[in-house]
């Protein structure tokens, strides 16, 4: 296999429809990677294999989805021309990887993961935690190394899977020679854009939680939630102080306002260094800033909402893309495990 300068690799899981939290945490930095030529080859993947560890009871959902976050991603402006957007499970040869990987790790190991511990806790698994998911980490090492990917855009809490990964492809090298490439990860740009709090002010944005708002949501549904947000609890009437932390208003300003804004939507003020303290002073009411809110948020829904319906119409085109990406995924991820397989001295290799 050639041996590529910068090869990223990134995905989601198909749960649900694509919602803002990923927008401003992965998708608008994944299409500026893109745009920006910066790599030799980027792959998307929609991780259906992995959704099904703890989706297992219900395939039906994660294969609906599918075609879900394939119509997310190109809608936000992923290029399959420039990009390879393929299907997990589409390519067996991860599984292989997979398995070959379990005997370099080992379950106390997976168990400390802190990643994994609080998905864990948060799915209320306790002590029935399915094998599948409690291994996943070692799946995503074999998606990571097996297009050889360097480069891998997460968000913080993703950081302990990602040295996971790099241990298990160092044991590797270690035991078999140097195959694997060992990945760095690429962070949010700002702190802001690590994780976007939910509507309703939880730290998480979960569609389990009903604290979404999705990237396919309508005009008057996105205004709905945006007027219902959480703001500050203490600021009751307009002329009292407000104060901006732990405010969800002012948190989804600073992942989406730009000066320019302002101009159009909001004219008495010139950016958001002076709303936040005209609310900070006391005498802004919760109700302007949120219209201002909706108004920007509109203004980056609307296109990929325009391009979504326009690609809904023609869902044997999305498809298509999710054929030819995984096929040519596949024929790459098929060269990495003939060189395990080499490196690893099995029967015919």
Same mark, same amino acid.
């Given at each position: 296999? $050639?041996?590529?300068?910068?090869?990223?690799?990134?995905?989601d899981?198909?749960t649900g429809?694509?919602?803002?939290?990923? +927008?401003?945490?992965?998708l608008?930095k994944?299409?500026?990677?893109?745009?920006?030529g910066?790599?030799d080859?980027?792959f998307v993947m929609?991780?259906?294999?992995?959704?099904?560890?703890?989706n297992f009871d $219900?395939?039906?959902?994660v294969?609906?989805?599918i075609?879900?976050? &394939?119509?997310?991603?190109?809608?936000v402006?992923l290029?399959?021309? !420039?990009?390879?957007?393929?299907?997990?499970s589409?390519i067996?040869?991860l599984t292989e990887?997979t398995?070959? =990987?379990?005997?370099?790790?080992?379950?106390?190991?997976?168990?400390? $993961?802190?990643t994994?511990?609080?998905?864990?806790?948060?799915?209320?698994?306790?002590?029935s935690?399915?094998?599948g998911?409690?291994? +996943?980490p070692v799946?995503q090492?074999?998606?990571?190394t097996?297009?050889? &990917?360097?480069l891998v855009?997460?968000?913080?809490?993703?950081?302990?899977?990602?040295e996971?990964?790099?241990?298990?492809? !160092?044991k590797?090298n270690?035991t078999?020679g140097?195959?694997?490439?060992?990945p760095k990860?690429i962070?949010?740009?700002s702190?802001i854009?690590?994780r976007l709090?939910?509507?309703?002010g939880n730290a998480?944005?979960?569609?389990?939680?009903? $604290?979404?708002?999705?990237?396919?949501?309508?005009?008057?549904?996105?205004?709905? !939630?945006i007027?219902s947000?959480f703001?500050d609890?203490?600021?009751?009437?307009?002329?009292d102080?407000?104060?901006?932390?732990g405010?969800?208003?002012?948190i +989804?300003?600073?992942?989406f306002?730009?000066?320019?804004?302002?101009?159009?939507?909001?004219?008495? =003020?010139?950016?958001l260094?002076?709303l936040?303290?005209?609310?900070?002073?006391?005498?802004?009411?919760?109700v302007t800033?949120?219209?201002?809110?909706?108004?920007?948020l509109q203004?980056v829904?609307?296109p990929?909402?325009? !391009?979504?319906?326009y690609?809904?119409?023609?869902m044997? +085109?999305i498809?298509?893309i999710?054929?030819?990406?995984?096929? &040519?995924?596949r024929?790459?991820?098929?060269?990495?495990l003939?060189?395990?397989?080499k490196?690893?001295h099995?029967?015919?290799?």
């Amino acid at each position: 296999m $050639n041996n590529m300068n910068n090869v990223i690799l990134t995905g989601d899981r198909p749960t649900g429809r694509l919602h803002i939290g990923h +927008y401003v945490g992965s998708l608008r930095k994944r299409v500026e990677l893109q745009d920006s030529g910066s790599f030799d080859r980027m792959f998307v993947m929609i991780a259906d294999t992995q959704a099904l560890t703890d989706n297992f009871d $219900n395939p039906d959902k994660v294969r609906q989805n599918i075609e879900q976050v &394939a119509l997310d991603y190109l809608s936000v402006g992923l290029d399959p021309s !420039k990009v390879t957007i393929f299907v997990q499970s589409m390519i067996p040869e991860l599984t292989e990887l997979t398995f070959y =990987y379990m005997n370099l790790v080992t379950v106390s190991r997976l168990n400390r $993961n802190p990643t994994v511990k609080a998905e864990i806790q948060m799915r209320n698994f306790d002590s029935s935690i399915p094998a599948g998911f409690l291994c +996943y980490p070692v799946s995503q090492t074999a998606d990571i190394t097996a297009f050889k &990917a360097n480069l891998v855009p997460v968000g913080e809490d993703q950081l302990p899977v990602l040295e996971q990964c790099r241990e298990i492809v !160092k044991k590797f090298n270690d035991t078999y020679g140097d195959v694997l490439i060992e990945p760095k990860a690429i962070l949010p740009d700002s702190e802001i854009c690590k994780r976007l709090p939910g509507t309703d002010g939880n730290a998480k944005m979960s569609k389990s939680l009903g $604290n979404c708002i999705y990237l396919s949501d309508s005009e008057d549904d996105i205004k709905k !939630k945006i007027m219902s947000m959480f703001t500050d609890p203490l600021h009751i009437h307009a002329d009292d102080p407000g104060h901006l932390e732990g405010n969800t208003v002012f948190i +989804y300003l600073d992942a989406f306002c730009e000066d320019h804004h302002f101009a159009e939507f909001l004219p008495d =003020y010139s950016n958001l260094d002076e709303l936040k303290d005209h609310y900070c002073r006391g005498g802004l009411k919760d109700v302007t800033v949120k219209l201002f809110l909706n108004d920007i948020l509109q203004s980056v829904l609307n296109p990929i909402r325009r !391009k979504r319906l326009y690609l809904e119409k023609n869902m044997a +085109y999305i498809h298509d893309i999710l054929k030819s990406g995984s096929e &040519a995924a596949r024929s790459i991820a098929s060269e990495t495990l003939y060189e395990v397989k080499k490196a690893m001295h099995l029967y015919g290799y």
